[in-house]
């Protein structure tokens, strides 16, 4: 029998819980069509996480993109599929993507496999971040050096720990759920590997517990900076773009397996923790750096 899930309108790491919900208890040999025709907005989260559910289909699944041709061209613009088409069965007719132009996508969705392909995504982005971040963020110049800091820490991790590459995606938009429709710059960093816990059951850091899940593995990796590595100069990306987000009153949030954790920001409302969440392989990191307020 095959599973229709259904992409709720409004498409984000939240949101994305619901895609989750509908997709457990299928097994990964199941048939499934992803139906994403009514979705309006697709958050960098929402569309790197779209290609990583595929990855974690042994059966190919089918995709129905969006009716409405405008957000149609925006996914195109992202680069999704250029990726959804080698992962999906894509139903219709997709609008070829354009020359490129200039766009509010910082970078369009990019496959992450190996070291030098966080090289080259650093490279791609640094002279546009820094206009971005200046000039439509109002932040000072040097946040740009901690903005590729944090982009290709979270980069790395998939290379360290995923095991079969992940997903980036870097965008400027609107944020009209908070911040009086401020402007923030968001990077999602998406994979299927093995995620946090299993990652830090090797390492001599692990504290000895008799209450290790996916919750407690993520409250140790990313609110105490422990590192599957014994060495204490190793694993500390973490660590770095905490503190950067902490800097500059952003956001980040850590999903893996079961459980997500949020550092929470005075403007935002999320849950720190949360457990018992519907499984899903990997990790799966937000990033979200808000305009400076004129006040």
């Not at 020359?99 to 995504?121: F, G, K, R, Y």
Request: aromatic share 8%; proline share 6%.
């Amino acid at each position: 029998m095959t599973a229709v899930i259904t992409v709720p309108s409004s498409l984000d790491d939240l949101s994305f819980e619901q895609v989750l919900d509908q997709l457990a208890g299928h097994p990964p040999d199941a048939k499934v069509i992803v139906d994403a025709r009514h979705c309006s907005f697709a958050s960098p989260y929402g569309l790197t996480a779209l290609l990583t559910l595929a990855q974690t289909r042994s059966e190919r699944p089918t995709f129905l993109p969006p009716e409405d041709a405008d957000k149609l061209t925006y996914w195109v613009r992202a680069g999704f599929f250029r990726y959804a088409e080698e992962l999906y069965d894509v139903q219709g007719v997709v609008p070829r993507p354009r020359s490129a132009s200039e766009s509010d996508v910082l970078l369009e969705l990019t496959p992450i496999t190996q070291s030098d392909d966080v090289h080259t995504v650093v490279e791609r982005i640094k002279d546009k971040a820094t206009q971005i971040l200046t000039n439509r963020l109002h932040l000072i110049s040097r946040a740009t050096m901690g903005f590729t800091m944090a982009l290709s820490e979270a980069c790395q991790n998939i290379v360290e720990h995923a095991g079969r590459g992940g997903w980036v995606m870097v965008q400027v938009y609107q944020y009209r759920k908070r911040l009086g429709g401020r402007q923030v710059c968001v990077i999602a960093v998406c994979d299927a590997g093995v995620g946090f816990r299993r990652s830090l059951e090797s390492s001599p850091r692990r504290p000895l517990t008799d209450r290790w899940d996916d919750g407690f593995a993520l409250e140790t990796a990313v609110v105490n900076g422990v590192s599957r590595y014994g060495d204490p100069g190793r694993g500390q990306g973490l660590k770095g773009i905490r503190g950067y987000v902490h800097r500059w009153d952003g956001k980040l949030s850590v999903r893996s397996g079961t459980a997500r954790i949020a550092l929470v920001p005075p403007w935002d409302d999320d849950v720190p923790r949360r457990d018992n969440l519907a499984p899903f392989p990997g990790s799966q990191l937000q990033i979200t750096i808000p305009e400076k307020s004129a006040a």
